[in-house]
Protein backbone atom coordinates (compact mmCIF):
# COMPACT_ATOMS: atom_id res chain seq x y z
CA UNK A 1 0.00 0.00 0.00
CA UNK A 2 1.49 3.34 -0.88
CA UNK A 3 2.53 5.61 2.14
CA UNK A 4 0.33 8.47 1.36
CA UNK A 5 0.02 9.57 4.88
CA UNK A 6 3.58 10.02 5.18
CA UNK A 7 3.65 11.80 2.05
CA UNK A 8 0.64 14.00 3.22
CA UNK A 9 2.68 14.70 6.72
CA UNK A 10 6.29 15.62 4.29
CA UNK A 11 3.97 18.14 2.47
CA UNK A 12 1.98 19.77 5.46
CA UNK A 13 5.51 20.05 7.01
CA UNK A 14 7.49 22.09 4.41
CA UNK A 15 4.22 24.07 3.99
CA UNK A 16 4.40 24.86 7.51
CA UNK A 17 7.80 25.27 7.65
CA UNK A 18 8.02 27.73 4.66
CA UNK A 19 5.12 29.93 6.29
CA UNK A 20 6.70 29.67 9.49
CA UNK A 21 9.86 31.22 7.71
CA UNK A 22 8.09 33.68 5.28
CA UNK A 23 5.18 35.31 8.19
CA UNK A 24 8.09 35.64 10.88
CA UNK A 25 8.67 39.49 9.32
CA UNK A 26 5.16 39.89 10.85
CA UNK A 27 5.60 38.08 14.53
CA UNK A 28 3.17 35.29 13.03
CA UNK A 29 5.57 32.10 14.37
CA UNK A 30 4.48 28.51 14.46
CA UNK A 31 1.18 28.03 12.83
CA UNK A 32 -0.25 31.03 14.18
CA UNK A 33 -1.24 32.34 10.50
CA UNK A 34 -3.46 28.98 10.36
CA UNK A 35 -5.95 30.78 13.07
CA UNK A 36 -5.50 33.97 12.08
CA UNK A 37 -6.72 33.02 8.80
CA UNK A 38 -9.86 31.36 9.91
CA UNK A 39 -10.81 34.24 11.71
CA UNK A 40 -10.16 36.44 9.10
CA UNK A 41 -12.70 34.14 6.77
CA UNK A 42 -14.93 33.66 9.82
CA UNK A 43 -15.42 36.68 11.65
CA UNK A 44 -17.41 36.02 14.64
CA UNK A 45 -16.03 32.32 15.02
CA UNK A 46 -15.61 30.75 18.54
CA UNK A 47 -12.72 29.52 19.40
CA UNK A 48 -13.98 25.77 19.81
CA UNK A 49 -15.25 25.84 16.02
CA UNK A 50 -12.11 27.34 15.42
CA UNK A 51 -9.81 24.99 17.36
CA UNK A 52 -12.68 21.91 15.53
CA UNK A 53 -11.59 23.47 11.79
CA UNK A 54 -8.00 23.52 12.50
CA UNK A 55 -8.17 20.25 13.88
CA UNK A 56 -5.84 20.79 17.43
CA UNK A 57 -7.55 20.41 20.97
CA UNK A 58 -8.81 23.07 22.94
CA UNK A 59 -5.41 23.75 24.89
CA UNK A 60 -3.64 24.31 21.87
CA UNK A 61 -6.20 26.67 20.26
CA UNK A 62 -6.34 28.90 23.58
CA UNK A 63 -2.75 29.28 23.45
CA UNK A 64 -2.42 30.60 19.77
CA UNK A 65 -5.50 32.97 20.34
CA UNK A 66 -3.73 34.15 23.66
CA UNK A 67 -0.48 35.24 21.58
CA UNK A 68 -2.81 36.42 18.37
CA UNK A 69 -4.66 38.34 20.95
CA UNK A 70 -1.38 39.91 22.89
CA UNK A 71 0.34 40.57 19.30
CA UNK A 72 -3.14 42.69 18.51
CA UNK A 73 -4.06 40.39 15.27
CA UNK A 74 -7.20 39.29 16.65
CA UNK A 75 -10.05 40.86 19.42
CA UNK A 76 -12.78 38.93 21.48
CA UNK A 77 -15.99 39.65 21.88
CA UNK A 78 -18.66 38.86 23.85
CA UNK A 79 -21.83 37.35 22.45
CA UNK A 80 -25.26 40.04 22.64
CA UNK A 81 -26.72 36.87 24.11
CA UNK A 82 -24.92 34.94 25.83
CA UNK A 83 -22.14 36.71 27.96
CA UNK A 84 -20.05 33.78 28.09
CA UNK A 85 -19.35 33.39 24.66
CA UNK A 86 -16.64 34.91 23.28
CA UNK A 87 -16.58 35.85 19.50
CA UNK A 88 -13.18 35.97 17.66
CA UNK A 89 -12.52 38.91 15.48
CA UNK A 90 -9.92 40.15 13.53
CA UNK A 91 -8.30 43.70 14.51
CA UNK A 92 -6.86 46.10 11.64
CA UNK A 93 -3.87 44.84 12.11
CA UNK A 94 -4.50 41.46 11.48
CA UNK A 95 -6.50 42.30 8.69
CA UNK A 96 -3.87 43.96 6.91
CA UNK A 97 -1.91 40.88 6.79
CA UNK A 98 -4.76 38.15 5.22
CA UNK A 99 -4.11 39.36 2.01
CA UNK A 100 -0.26 38.72 1.97
CA UNK A 101 -0.84 35.31 3.81
CA UNK A 102 -3.72 34.40 1.17
CA UNK A 103 -1.58 35.21 -1.80
CA UNK A 104 1.42 33.13 -0.33
CA UNK A 105 -1.34 30.51 0.08
CA UNK A 106 -2.14 30.93 -3.47
CA UNK A 107 1.23 31.22 -4.86
CA UNK A 108 1.88 27.57 -2.91
CA UNK A 109 -1.43 25.94 -4.12
CA UNK A 110 -0.04 26.59 -7.80
CA UNK A 111 3.48 25.46 -6.76
CA UNK A 112 2.08 22.26 -5.50
CA UNK A 113 -0.17 21.68 -8.74
CA UNK A 114 2.03 22.42 -11.11
CA UNK A 115 2.45 19.54 -13.65
CA UNK A 116 -0.87 18.47 -12.86
CA UNK A 117 -4.07 18.82 -15.43
CA UNK A 118 -6.88 20.72 -14.22
CA UNK A 119 -8.70 17.15 -14.33
CA UNK A 120 -6.13 15.42 -12.15
CA UNK A 121 -6.14 18.49 -9.33
CA UNK A 122 -9.83 18.40 -9.34
CA UNK A 123 -9.21 14.11 -8.55
CA UNK A 124 -6.91 15.15 -6.10
CA UNK A 125 -8.67 17.57 -4.27
CA UNK A 126 -12.00 15.14 -4.08
CA UNK A 127 -9.74 12.15 -3.10
CA UNK A 128 -7.93 14.41 -0.21
CA UNK A 129 -11.30 15.33 0.96
CA UNK A 130 -12.30 11.80 1.36
CA UNK A 131 -9.05 10.64 2.78
CA UNK A 132 -9.85 14.00 5.35
CA UNK A 133 -13.28 13.03 6.18
CA UNK A 134 -12.27 9.61 6.58
CA UNK A 135 -9.61 10.63 9.31
CA UNK A 136 -11.93 13.15 10.87
CA UNK A 137 -14.14 10.04 12.21
CA UNK A 138 -11.30 8.94 13.76
CA UNK A 139 -10.08 11.87 14.79
CA UNK A 140 -13.52 12.85 17.12
CA UNK A 141 -13.77 9.39 18.20
CA UNK A 142 -9.78 9.63 20.16
CA UNK A 143 -10.81 13.37 20.53
CA UNK A 144 -13.45 11.90 22.94
CA UNK A 145 -10.96 9.73 24.88
CA UNK A 146 -11.74 6.79 22.91
CA UNK A 147 -8.99 4.10 21.56
CA UNK A 148 -8.82 2.81 18.27
CA UNK A 149 -8.74 -0.99 17.67
CA UNK A 150 -4.96 -1.52 15.00
Not at 109 to 131: D, F, H, I, R, S
Amino acid sequence: MAEILREIGMIARALDSISNIEFKEYDLTKGQYLYLVRICENPGIIQEKLAEMIKVDRTTAARAIKKLETKAFIHKKSDANNRKIKKLFPTEKGESIYPMIKKENDYSNQVALEGLTEEEAAALVYLLEKVRKNMEVDWEFVKKGNKRAY
